[in-house]
């Protein structure tokens, strides 16, 4: 093996004077760079970069005072100052109210009058006259909150059985998506197309196209986030069981066990830790995506976001806004604990 | 533990009955490449047969096709008078177990779950799904735990927390749990130090003895194939060209297994590399 090579390594490998190290950047790097400078001028031309620039810059200006009037400011400024302050009681006109008894008010909730003025046609003069009519509120502190968290729990469902759904089809779409498991080149292939054609279809318009199936509920919901689930979730457990370590797995296989088995016992720990990461990052995403799949009709909070936002009620858009958020920060801190629990 | 003596002594006692049989088994390669050509032995049961070869002689392949994962090309192998063909392979695994280089260990599955996963194979789908392994395979798993020389502390740790000769053993229990007729080492020790691989090596050695298990080991150390051998078979290329007790197996036969580069066992620890 060694016979030929020669004893002297010297004679071949030149002075450490005359070794090449080359530098990080040369004439390849600087081109490269005008390249991309060329490209994001021109594109940023055509997505209108410097005016966003100036009417953001505007904005923040006259936020701070040091110019009269933003055209952004104009339109936003309405509606953010009708967020607040968020509305979180609920009223209901009595007279609409079927078996109210006025001595026993259900728990906290109170009556208020409040005096509506109306336009009415009188029918000698033609025109309309003002009539004052008082009308009686029966108000509940808390009742749009209490409607409010109730939706959040709905809208958490959904994500929930989306995400149980996922992962229940990603895991077979994952082996037969996986090249060392898979059984034929046909089943990999397959398996692939449909893990990326699932995640290439946005879920907005998979939940509208569902509603027209299912009809408009959760349904149509937690399907058209499940289906983009599997797309994400079958790419990356695939990836995973490809990626592997084969030394344990070839253990397995001496002992004679079947694919299943030795997915299960040699793969299966290997790949949990990132399992579970990519598992919840699905629930944090679903939820907040049901969120926004509920303003097609399918269900959650995104509905009734949607039918507060169309009638200008922004109080009411503040407290949904306000509970999405909450409901995220929640999830955050329980699938980082989760996740340290699982892995760790 | 029994001493060397006992076991020197011990393993003149066994019955000498046929065991495995090659019968000029051959294996190449799709690219080409030969890496056994017309190998014939007869291995006894119960023996310690150690395997000796430079890189690429095929004592890997020699041992992989015992237990099915490398396929022969042509050739018979013949276990207990059966011959082993892909449909025998299933009932043939059981009986055969395997030890590591690389230990081949789950490093995040614990020490318990490794040594159980020995016996995945024998346990019904759901169970082995679930990784519920029933009560007396449990309790034999902690029998050979304790028997490589673990304690009850070791069963709920992590693979990867563990030594390499620590490792090992965890591969040696996996290998013993379901008290295979025989065991074949690939190179067990080569990634272990010296003082660590003779205590593995006594390990197999003697677990194999108390359940009349044939070992095929196959090593790079020479001084440890005479420490350990009841036989030695020398593969060069492909074929054998040594096969006899380890007593027989001189500073000749040596340097024929070797080629003229060989540095001799002997001067070992001294002797500088004549090229670099």
């Not at chain 1, 505007?58 to 040091?66: K, V």
Request: overall charge neutral; proline content about 4%; charged content about 20%.
């Amino acid at each position: 093996m060694f016979d030929n090579q020669p004893a002297d390594n010297d004679r071949f490998s030149p002075r450490a004077q005359d070794w090449q190290l080359k530098a990080p950047y040369d004439w390849r790097t600087a081109l490269a760079i005008l390249v991309i400078a060329i490209v994001l001028a021109w594109s940023g031309e055509r997505m209108e970069i410097p005016k966003m620039l100036g009417l953001s810059s505007e904005a923040i200006l006259s936020t701070i005072g040091l110019e009269e009037e933003s055209q952004v400011g104009k339109g936003l400024g309405r509606m953010l100052s009708e967020l607040f302050p968020f509305v979180i009681e609920s009223r209901q006109e009595i007279s609409r109210l079927s078996d109210f008894d006025r001595n026993s008010l259900p728990l906290f909730t109170r009556i208020e009058t409040a005096e509506v003025t109306t336009f009415r046609i009188n029918s000698d003069t033609l025109k309309a006259e003002p009539q004052i009519e008082t009308v009686e509120y029966l108000v509940h502190p808390f009742g749009y909150l209490l409607n409010v968290l109730g939706k959040m729990v709905e809208t958490f469902e959904i994500a929930i059985w989306a995400t149980i759904i996922a992962v229940i089809v990603s895991i077979p779409l994952a082996i037969l998506g996986a090249r060392n498991y898979t059984p034929n080149s046909l089943t990999y292939t397959a398996s692939r197309g449909i893990v990326s054609f699932l995640r290439s279809m946005p879920e907005l318009i998979v939940a509208m196209f569902l509603v027209l199936g299912f009809g408009f509920g959760a349904i149509a919901g937690y399907l058209a986030l499940s289906l983009h689930g599997m797309g994400f979730l079958g790419k990356f457990y695939a990836e995973d069981i490809e990626a592997s370590d084969t030394k344990p797995q070839e253990a397995l296989r001496a002992l004679g066990a079947s694919k299943l088995r030795v997915l299960r016992a040699g793969v299966l720990p290997q790949v949990a830790p990132s399992y579970v990461a990519y598992t919840l990052y699905v629930l944090d995403r679903n939820v907040r995506m049901a969120a926004v799949i509920g303003l097609v009709g399918a269900g959650g909070i995104g509905q009734e976001l949607k039918g507060r936002y169309d009638t200008f009620e922004y109080g009411h858009v503040g407290t949904i806004l306000l509970a999405i958020f909450l409901t995220v920060l929640a999830l955050d801190q329980i699938s980082a604990r989760l996740r340290a629990r699982l892995i760790g | 533990m029994p001493t060397a003596a006992q076991i020197q002594s011990h393993s003149t006692s066994y019955a000498e009955s046929t065991h495995l049989v090659f019968n000029n088994i051959c294996k190449k390669f799709p690219d080409g490449a030969s890496a056994l050509e017309g190998v014939s032995a007869t291995i006894n049961k119960g023996e310690f047969c150690v395997i000796l070869g430079q890189s690429g002689s095929g004592k890997s392949t020699l041992l992989r096709a015992i237990n099915g994962l490398t396929v022969l090309s042509s050739g018979e192998l013949i276990l207990d008078s059966a011959p082993l063909t892909p449909s025998s392979l299933r009932g043939i695994r059981r009986r055969v177990a395997m030890v590591h280089q690389h230990f081949n260990l789950v490093e995040r599955a614990s020490v318990a779950t490794n040594v159980l996963i020995g016996a995945v194979a024998e346990v019904s789908m759901w169970r082995a799904m679930l990784g519920w392994y029933p009560t007396h395979l449990r309790n034999r798993a902690c029998q050979v735990i304790e028997r490589v020389g673990l304690d009850e502390s070791h069963l709920k740790r992590r693979a990867s927390t563990l030594s390499g000769g620590q490792q090992q053993r965890v591969g040696i229990a996996r290998a013993l749990i379901l008290s295979p007729e025989i065991i074949l080492a690939d190179e067990p020790v080569a990634s272990l130090d010296p003082a660590i691989s003779r205590e593995i090596l006594n390990l197999i050695r003697t677990a194999a003895r108390e359940q009349n298990a044939t070992v095929l080991c196959s090593l790079h150390q020479i001084d440890l194939a005479r420490e350990y051998a009841d036989r030695i078979i020398g593969l060069r290329k492909g074929r054998i060209i040594f096969d006899g007790p380890a007593a027989n197996f001189d500073a000749k036969a040596e340097a024929a297994l070797y080629g003229k580069n060989h540095i001799p066992t002997s001067t070992n620890e001294t002797a500088k590399p004549e090229h670099v």
